[in-house]
């Protein structure tokens, strides 16, 4: 009884604010299903679960960032990059460390995956490369969280001029994709965990 009430609470609570400029999150995320979005396909809306799940991502941010404050080294949290054409987004938090500042980006994951990581995973990259673009700070942090035990690990980011040539390349390819009313073919080497989560998917296979 309980259970389906948060549920409702959640469903209820859900608002899908449509898209008009690309997000930060948008650099790894399959171009076909972005297209879907802007044209404002019919999509399949999360599950309460997922947005709880959205929820506890939040608050890990905030508890982490409340630590960063009491430390002294947060210079600004949930910044938003200078406004330009095509892109929008706020990096978690510019913190400093030594008179050195460096893009934060805090990422909770799954125990099973936190265990096997051994390196920053490259859909995380993208995103602090363009924060680090952005805010012309060379360095960056990918902080991430085990969200069962709470244990830490993180990777120093260094700004590479090439990732963010080719992640704005392909936000221009898509975008004038989007402003002719051309879908994107199904990306050849796309991993079957996207489609398996895609909120389009009944519509992506309906069309070839
Ligand atoms: S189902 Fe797969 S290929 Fe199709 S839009 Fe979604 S992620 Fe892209």
């Given at each position: 009884?309980?259970?389906?009430?948060?549920?409702?609470?959640?469903?209820?609570n859900?608002?899908?604010?449509?898209?008009?400029?690309?997000?930060?999150?948008?650099?790894?995320?399959?171009?076909?299903?972005l297209?879907?979005?802007?044209?404002?396909?019919?999509?399949?809306?999360?599950?309460?679960?997922?947005?709880?799940?959205?929820d506890n991502?939040?608050y890990?941010?905030?508890?982490i960032a409340?630590?960063?404050?009491?430390?002294?080294?947060?210079?600004?949290?949930?910044?938003?990059?200078?406004?330009?054409?095509?892109?929008?987004?706020?990096a978690?938090?510019i913190?400093?460390?030594?008179?050195?500042?460096?893009v934060?980006?805090?990422?909770?994951?799954?125990?099973?995956?936190?265990?096997k990581?051994?390196?920053?995973?490259?859909?995380?990259?993208k995103?602090?490369?363009?924060?680090?673009?952005?805010?012309?700070?060379?360095?960056g942090?990918?902080?991430?969280?085990?969200?069962?035990?709470?244990?830490?690990?993180?990777?120093?980011?260094?700004?590479?001029?090439?990732?963010i040539q080719?992640?704005?390349?392909?936000?221009?390819?898509?975008?004038?994709?989007?402003d002719?009313d051309?879908?994107?073919?199904?990306?050849?080497?796309?991993?079957?965990?996207?489609?398996?989560y895609?909120?389009?998917?009944?519509?992506?296979?309906?069309i070839?």
């Amino acid at each position: 009884m309980l259970t389906n009430l948060i549920d409702q609470f959640y469903t209820d609570n859900f608002k899908d604010r449509g898209q008009e400029k690309f997000y930060v999150t948008d650099s790894a995320k399959c171009p076909r299903a972005l297209y879907f979005k802007f044209k404002k396909y019919p999509k399949k809306d999360p599950e309460p679960r997922v947005l709880r799940i959205f929820d506890n991502g939040d608050y890990t941010h905030m508890r982490i960032a409340t630590v960063l404050f009491g430390l002294g080294i947060i210079r600004a949290v949930e910044i938003k990059i200078p406004p330009q054409e095509i892109i929008s987004g706020r990096a978690d938090a510019i913190i400093d460390i030594e008179g050195k500042p460096y893009v934060l980006e805090i990422k909770s994951i799954a125990s099973y995956k936190f265990q096997k990581l051994e390196n920053p995973e490259p859909d995380h990259i993208k995103q602090v490369q363009l924060y680090m673009h952005y805010f012309k700070i060379p360095d960056g942090i990918l902080l991430y969280e085990d969200k069962d035990k709470q244990t830490l690990k993180e990777f120093s980011v260094k700004y590479d001029p090439f990732i963010i040539q080719d992640v704005l390349k392909n936000f221009k390819q898509l975008k004038e994709q989007i402003d002719k009313d051309i879908l994107p073919a199904i990306p050849e080497n796309i991993e079957s965990w996207r489609c398996d989560y895609c909120e389009y998917r009944e519509e992506c296979q309906k069309i070839q």
